[in-house]
């Protein structure tokens, strides 16, 4: 289950989770959160999310996520992709075993 600020987050940010049901938005997991957030969120949106979880976490996240298959890596755009692995290579820097692949 989702904190109480990871909620509200969720809450403020609806329309980038289009597609899942409305009864299940606030309780999405962290790895469908910081997709959306870094696929389809604006710069504000994005620094909220560092804000909220902080730019560490945020990366391994990422970095878990799009080295777990080919399929999950896909489902970030290519753009996205590329700037957050250079923006967390560069800035996250507890996570040194972190590479696209």
Same mark, same amino acid.
């Given at each position: 289950?989702?904190?109480?600020? =990871?909620?509200?987050?969720?809450?403020?940010?609806? &329309?980038l989770f289009w597609y899942i049901p409305e009864d299940k938005k606030e309780d999405i997991s962290e790895d469908v959160l910081v997709? $959306?957030? @870094?696929?389809?969120?604006?710069?504000? &949106? =994005?620094?909220?999310l560092f804000s909220l979880f902080g730019i560490e976490k945020v990366a391994k996240i990422f970095f878990n996520s799009i080295n777990l298959s080919e399929r999950r890596k896909g489902n970030y755009h290519e753009l996205? @992709?590329?700037y957050f692995? @250079? @923006? $967390?290579n560069k800035y996250a820097h507890r996570h040194t075993d972190r590479k696209a692949e």
């Open positions: 289950m989702n904190s109480p600020e =990871v909620k509200e987050f969720i809450r403020q940010h609806l &329309a997709e $959306f957030i @870094l696929n389809y969120g604006d710069i504000e &949106a =994005v620094k909220s996205t @992709l590329n692995t @250079l @923006l $967390f």
